[in-house]
């Protein structure tokens, strides 16, 4: 089975800085997508970044110049680079993988996520 586990969360100051990690485990025959979601209390699940597999990337535009998304190949990790955090910002943040799973069959996996809050 596939599992997805983040890790890199945690409290800072507006203006700081954090960075995300997202390794994958288990048998991908090939990886299409890895991307960042957040969601706050109250509020629906939003993409934040993605990263395909020929190496194209895409960013809300809340955190366009501020985030930057970033992947392992080799390691199935994908990171998340947070600069000049905002309290906005404040969410659980999750990683998410589209890929074809071993019997051929395009799947999509998340891990559990990690919290990130931002102080004013």
């Known amino acids: 089975q596939v599992q997805l586990v983040e890790s890199g969360g945690g409290l800072v100051q507006t203006g700081g800085s954090l960075r995300l990690s997202c390794t994958a485990s288990?048998?991908?025959?090939?990886?299409?997508?890895m991307a960042w979601y957040r969601q706050a209390p109250g509020k629906q699940r939003d993409l934040v970044a993605r990263?395909?597999?020929?190496?194209?990337?895409d960013y809300a535009a809340a955190v366009k110049g501020r985030f930057t998304i970033s992947r392992d190949n080799g390691e199935n990790t994908a990171y998340l680079q947070m600069n000049d955090l905002k309290p906005e910002d404040t969410a659980v943040y999750s990683c998410?993988?589209?890929?074809?799973?071993?019997?051929?069959?395009?799947?999509?996996?998340w891990g559990r996520g990690t919290q990130v809050t931002v102080s004013s």
């Open positions: 288990g048998y991908i025959f090939r990886v299409d997508a």
């Open positions: 990263i395909k597999d020929d190496g194209t990337t």
């Open positions: 998410n993988l589209k890929a074809l799973n071993s019997r051929g069959m395009m799947a999509t996996y």
